[in-house]
């Protein structure tokens, strides 16, 4: 039933990253945060719209989610993302307290220009320095979050390279 439930939620993280289009070079990232069965927030990547380098997916429905709540801490919510987390996403994970995090395509799955250009392991970076309760799973929905973003190869022009 988990696998089941965490498909379900990655499918609509998927239409979230696409709503406004689905053009690779705009990092069409999409974020959905569950807690108790409910959608708490369903956020996509922002940052050129609002002119803001932290209008990731992750950090819009993270704040999101807590207005809903009233509280800055989500406990026992689940964050689902089409695109493993950076590490400001993952930081913000942690302070938020989810307590799992479900993404879909993996660094190795996507062009570079993505992450952090040294590929600090921030996954793992969580997992030794901060908190032993938070659950970090990869891999939901895979290869459909993957076909989102510019591929390993792919020869992306250096105009659309966000990151690199």
Known sequence: MG????EKWMRLALETAVRDGSDPSKSPIGCVIVLDGSVLAAERNRTEE???A??????MAIRKAGEKLGDME???ATLYSTLQPCGMCTMASVWSKVGRVVYGAERED????YFEAKHVDTIGFVHAA???D????GGCLRAECAALYYGPDD?????EQGNV
């Open 134 to 137: 938070i659950e970090i799973e």
């Open 155 to 159: 020869p992306v022009p250096a105009d």
């Open 130 to 132: 901060y908190r032993e």
């Open 3 to 6: 696998a089941l439930l965490d």
């Open 74 to 76: 989500l406990r026992g």
């Open 54 to 59: 932290t209008a990731h997916a992750e950090i």
């Open 110 to 113: 996507v062009h570079r220009m």
């Open 50 to 52: 609002l002119n803001d």
